[in-house]
DNA sequence: GATAAACGTTGGCCTATCCAACGTTGGCGG
DNA sequence: CCGCCAACGTTGGATAGGCCAACGTTTATC
């Protein structure tokens, strides 16, 4: 399934919609802040590989909505154990204080540029 | 000079050239980390623009040894003042003391992985 | 009913990163 | 001394990511 090589793109899409449910190609690029024309190069990708369902929205026929399949969801879960590991191993350095200390001020940068 | 945009890779080398003086490609590569065929390419434009030199290494004539001129290091020093704004934009969100903890943390966890 | 906007899609350009190969030069062991 | 291997700079190719322009289709606006 996919080819071999994992994405980044193809994380971040699968985790996108994920967290945001179903949704159309132009939103979910929006809300990751990425270009149309890109998800579309991915969803192909994640299409092929079953992990995601492009279905024509009656409501709106120019949009394809978006939707993770099981197959996707238990990728994602893959690829999410394996991301935590690596985060692991890049934060060892730091203790779990520290750790909590530096993912909140991140996310304080990020929250307010966000906005 | 240097045509209109700046790459990322044109500072990584002009401030790797600052930081550790004249050198060799490769020892430079290493030491930023990038691949030597792209260190050639970054040169070229760079020398180009007069902002590095290229001296063929009396000792070892496999080696070309590269030093920032001084139209390099004004060109330099423009950038470190635009990165320096840039910066500052971005970590507006955190007062001084948690923008000191973010680099103190940030900075542990770069040099326990450089060893 | 005409014009403009949003959609998915294709294709192109550029940067960044990595790898393979070449000819040249230097170091080393037999 | 000579043959082999390693390191050097360089070229070229592959892939990923990002951005933008254009197209035909569909919807919204005036």
């Not at 999410?80 to 993912?103: F, H, S, Y």
Request: aromatic share 2%.
């Amino acid at each position: 399934m996919l080819g071999s090589t994992v994405l980044r793109s193809d994380f971040a899409v699968l985790a996108g919609l994920e967290e945001f449910g179903p949704l159309s190609q132009a939103e979910l690029g929006r809300r990751l802040g990425m270009d149309r024309s890109d998800i579309v190069a991915v969803l192909d990708r994640l299409q092929a590989g079953e992990c995601v369902e492009r279905t024509a929205d009656s409501l709106d026929r120019r949009r394809k909505t978006v939707a993770l399949t099981d197959v996707g969801r238990s990728y994602l879960n893959d690829l999410d154990a394996q991301l935590g590991q690596v985060q692991d191993a890049l934060l060892e350095p730091l203790t779990a204080p520290e750790r909590a200390q530096l993912m909140a001020l991140l996310g304080q940068v990020l929250d307010k540029h966000s906005n």
